[in-house]
């Protein structure tokens, strides 16, 4: 099994760019969940999906982040307009059922 | 009100010796899992041990293995025989339903 494939590794953009972020999750998984990782604020939940429908987005900073699954093999997080203080580590991890969670290598986003 | 509380920011052990990682929680239900994830620093979060809730004994990975105190609301994890590639960050979670909480992690360095 590839595991949690996240896509782009790394990304560095200008300040008011759109930013998409994508996320394969483990086939066969019904749950994907998005993280942000910074110094300052540690590992945040923005949002989790389960069988495609999100479920809690109570963690999703603002109106700027945005995140979709169109289907069980495919999710993206948008930043739009991106800012400065959006620069973290964005990971993925996927759930069978409900157990372990299993994330992706993450996608470290500098936002100049 | 904070879900798991790691109590020790940074952490340090002689190559071979043994160290514990401590971990509370707070929860007033029965049924639930515990996590230890390692974050080495390519910041991958790779799982390093699991805990059934309503498991008595003690989750045992090899070098590593958990004091999880039910009662006492306790899950520190305890690493035999460190190696250099232990040095990580160390983070403890708490799943409750679909939802994870981590801890803010321990810093963990080993002492060639």
């Known amino acids: 099994d590839a595991g949690v494939i996240q896509s782009p590794r790394h990304e560095v953009t200008e300040m008011g760019q759109e930013v998409t972020l994508r996320c394969k999750p483990i086939?066969?998984?019904?749950?994907l969940f998005w993280y942000r990782q910074t110094m300052m604020r540690g590992l945040e939940l923005l949002i989790y999906?389960?069988?495609?429908?999100?479920?809690?987005d109570s963690g999703m900073p603002e109106d700027r982040f945005s995140a979709k699954m169109p289907n069980a093999s495919f999710s993206t997080l948008k930043i739009q307009p991106s800012e400065p203080r959006d620069s973290a580590v964005y990971f993925c991890a996927s759930v069978l059922r409900t157990d372990t969670q299993y994330f992706g290598p993450g996608t470290r986003l500098t936002v100049l | 009100a904070q879900t798991v509380t790691q109590s020790q920011p940074e952490m340090s052990v002689q190559e071979a010796e043994t160290v514990t990682l401590s971990c509370t929680y707070d929860?007033?239900?029965?049924?639930?899992?515990l996590f230890w994830y390692k974050q080495p620093p390519s910041r991958q979060m790779i799982l390093v041990i699991r805990?059934?809730?309503?498991?008595?004994q003690n989750a045992t990975e090899n070098r590593f293995s958990v004091n999880f105190q039910k009662a006492a609301k306790s899950f520190s994890l305890k690493i035999s025989d460190s190696q250099l590639g232990d040095a990580a960050m160390y983070f403890c979670a708490y799943k409750r339903g679909n939802q994870f909480y981590f801890g803010t992690g321990t810093s963990l360095t080993v002492i060639p």
């Open positions: 805990q059934e809730a309503y498991k008595q």
């Open positions: 999906f389960n069988n495609n429908v999100p479920i809690d």
């Open positions: 929860t007033s239900e029965s049924d639930y899992y």
């Open positions: 086939s066969g998984h019904n749950s």
